[in-house]
């Protein structure tokens, strides 16, 4: 006899109490953990758009930091995913919603530590890191339980509108952060870190008072996995510190890749990432659960994930290089206003993927995940070819178009396929799956940053001096090839990533005796929005084409994974005892 339950039973169970306390706490659930997500998207997003006025504030010249830029951008991201996955399994062990909180109140911490920075120089660009750090901590917290309380929250039929409810209040805080970060870095760049604070203090505490643990903890007593903490959270942070080192100057390198530390740093972190499996095979209690891998829809779900991430994480910052260091001041916008007008530009994005992940959603409790996750890469993919073959000068529509169709493949990809994983582990399993699902999805954007960083920086070194020596040559600025020949290309890349004029602040440190041999209409046109844009197109141009190629070609595979992930699996109703 076929004894398992039915949607109407199981949805029954939930509003009883027995999956989510009450038929209310799953929009209790809903609401607070999307506050927590919507608070670290803003954070995010609204770092990139006030980095110019952080950067003025402590006193940082962007063409000498390069090094404190991209652990501003990466640290975060590092720190997160080499924590997720043992703050998941602990979450099994001690209670997601415990966890969850904690992580709440300490990025709350370091939101007001941020507001706080006391010093300036190396010495305030240090502790901003540190204190981003402290962030990471708690967002790995948070991160790591959001999907599996969700879970525990709503019926299997409601999950995939849950998470696709979570996943467009992050990427709506993206934008938000945008706008916001452009208002508040104008009065001062302390109120960038001090909005989150209202988020951060109302969610811990509504967390604390509204947010219940489930009884799906394990019954039995379980030992922490220390071996398996301390190889992977070694091997991750080892091995994520070298690729971020790698992109920083090594002796008359442009890069790092040759550094004894860096290389000395991949091959420890890579043995000890290798070690890790056969490590969690053997001991008692395992933080990763290899077993869960044997689930079709959890295996091909995850990787599709990772490869999702490799293939967008890092190009999002190109795109934004692309609009900032070159596209918009060819279009007449100052280097100043740029990151602002970056944001607005890339808004078909966030339309695409707010109007889609919802509905992708309600669509993958009815009919399961395979299909719709498999268009929604097949979208991203051919966005990525679109892009690919535009101009640096393009027409704003096809770009945008592109932009709108990367959305909508990335809404139609995202909810699916979480909620896909999500259903197929058991109520015990949640925290460690979805601290594995942020894993994975949040390595392969560092990985994604080190990958495409990589191939911009390569490209920049071998094109960017000859292309230079061209443009001042034709300017008649001859005279100022062999100091502007010092400017290290990533420093200008970067300098017009932060909203700075790169020539303009060469010219302003050259010798009143070197300018006044230099005619007014060849300054103007040195500095103007059109001569240094034009003259990195011609290096940066070939490298944008190779990534977004990869980019292509990485979404392709993940579609390939998503139409073999099987057909719709929920554990708890397809595995239920009594099932034929």
Same mark, same amino acid.
């Given at each position: 006899m076929n004894t398992k339950p039915t949607n109407k039973q199981q949805n029954s169970s939930y509003a009883e109490g027995g999956g989510g306390r009450g038929i209310q706490y799953k929009w209790v659930a809903l609401s607070n953990t999307t506050i927590a997500m919507f608070m670290a998207a803003v954070n995010g997003s609204i770092l990139l758009i006030s980095l110019p006025a952080i950067f003025n504030g402590i006193n940082i010249n962007p063409l000498t930091s390069f090094q404190y830029l991209l652990w501003i951008l990466m640290?975060?991201?590092?720190?997160?995913?080499?924590?997720?996955?043992?703050?998941?399994?602990?979450?099994?062990?001690?209670?997601?919603?415990r966890l969850y909180n904690i992580g709440f109140a300490i990025f709350t911490a370091g939101s007001i530590l941020l507001f706080f920075t006391p010093d300036t120089g190396d010495a305030g660009a240090i502790e901003l890191i540190v204190f981003r750090l402290i962030q990471a901590v708690g967002a790995a917290f948070i991160f790591s339980n959001s999907a599996a309380i969700l879970t525990d929250?709503?019926?299997?039929?409601?999950?995939?509108?849950?998470?696709?409810?979570?996943?467009?209040?992050?990427?709506?805080?993206?934008?938000?952060?945008?706008?916001?970060?452009?208002?508040?870095?104008?009065?001062?760049?302390?109120?960038?870190?001090?909005?989150?604070?209202p988020f951060g203090v109302i969610g811990t505490i509504w967390a604390f008072l509204k947010l219940k643990e489930t009884d799906c903890r394990e019954k039995r007593?379980?030992?922490?996995?220390?071996?398996?903490?301390?190889?992977?959270?070694?091997?991750?942070?080892?091995?994520?510190?070298?690729?971020?080192?790698?992109?920083?100057?090594?002796g008359t390198s442009p890069m790092g890749w040759g550094s004894p530390f860096v290389i000395a740093s991949l091959v420890a972190g890579f043995l000890l990432l290798v070690a890790f499996p056969f490590i969690e095979m053997k001991v008692e209690d395992p933080m990763f659960r290899m077993d869960l891998f044997r689930v079709r829809n959890f295996a091909f779900g995850n990787a599709a994930g990772f490869l999702s991430a490799l293939a967008r994480g890092g190009v999002m910052?190109?795109?934004?290089?692309?609009?900032?260091?070159?596209?918009l001041p060819l279009h007449g916008y100052s280097f100043e206003s740029t990151p602002f007008w970056a944001g607005i530009y890339m808004l078909p994005l966030t339309i695409g993927f707010v109007v889609m992940g919802p509905i992708s959603g309600i669509l993958s409790d009815r009919y399961g995940a395979r299909w719709l996750s498999t268009a929604g890469m097949v979208l991203v993919g051919i966005s990525f070819l679109v892009l690919a073959v535009l101009p640096y000068d393009f027409d704003y529509l096809p770009f945008a178009l592109a932009l709108l169709i990367m959305g909508l493949g990335n809404g139609l990809f995202a909810s699916?396929?979480?909620?896909?994983?999500?259903?197929?582990?058991?109520?015990?399993?949640?925290?460690?799956?979805?601290?594995?699902?942020?894993?994975?999805?949040?390595?392969?954007?560092?990985?994604?940053?080190?990958?495409?960083?990589?191939?911009?920086?390569?490209?920049?070194?071998?094109?960017?001096?000859?292309? !230079?020596?061209? /443009? $001042?040559? %034709?300017?008649? @600025?001859?005279?100022? *090839? #062999?100091?502007?020949?010092?400017?290290?290309?990533?420093?200008?890349?970067?300098?017009?990533?932060?909203?700075?004029?790169p020539v303009e602040?060469?010219?302003?440190? !050259?010798?009143? /005796? $070197?300018? %006044?041999?230099? @005619?007014?209409?060849? *300054? #103007?046109?040195?500095?103007?929005?059109?001569?240094f844009p034009t003259t990195l197109a011609e290096a940066f141009m070939p490298s944008l084409g190779l990534s977004f190629y990869i980019g292509a070609g990485l979404s392709f595979v993940a579609a390939i994974l998503c139409a073999m992930r099987g057909n719709k699996y929920i554990e708890e109703l397809d595995n239920a005892p009594g099932k034929n």
């Open positions: 640290g975060y991201g590092v720190v997160t995913a080499t924590l997720l996955l043992s703050f998941g399994r602990l979450s099994d062990m001690y209670g997601r919603v929250a709503f019926p299997p039929d409601e999950r995939g509108k849950a998470l696709g409810l979570n996943q467009v209040a992050a990427i709506a805080g993206q934008f938000i952060g945008l706008i916001i970060g452009g208002l508040l870095a104008v009065f001062n760049w302390r109120y960038v870190f001090l909005i989150s604070v007593p379980q030992k922490i996995d220390i071996w398996g903490n301390l190889v992977f959270i070694g091997g991750l942070t080892i091995f994520l510190i070298g690729i971020t080192y790698a992109l920083i100057p090594y910052i190109i795109l934004i290089l692309l609009l900032q260091g070159i596209w699916p396929n979480s909620a896909a994983i999500m259903n197929s582990v058991g109520p015990g399993e949640r925290g460690v799956a979805s601290g594995m699902m942020a894993t994975l999805m949040n390595s392969g954007f560092v990985l994604s940053m080190g990958m495409f960083f990589t191939i911009i920086v390569v490209e920049l070194t071998d094109a960017f001096p000859p292309v !230079l020596v061209s /443009a $001042l040559t %034709a300017a008649n @600025a001859t005279s100022l *090839i #062999a100091d502007m020949s010092v400017i290290p290309p990533t420093g200008a890349l970067f300098a017009a990533f932060l909203g700075y004029n602040m060469i010219i302003d440190g !050259l010798s009143p /005796a $070197l300018i %006044a041999n230099i @005619a007014p209409a060849t *300054i #103007a046109t040195l500095t103007n929005t059109v001569w």
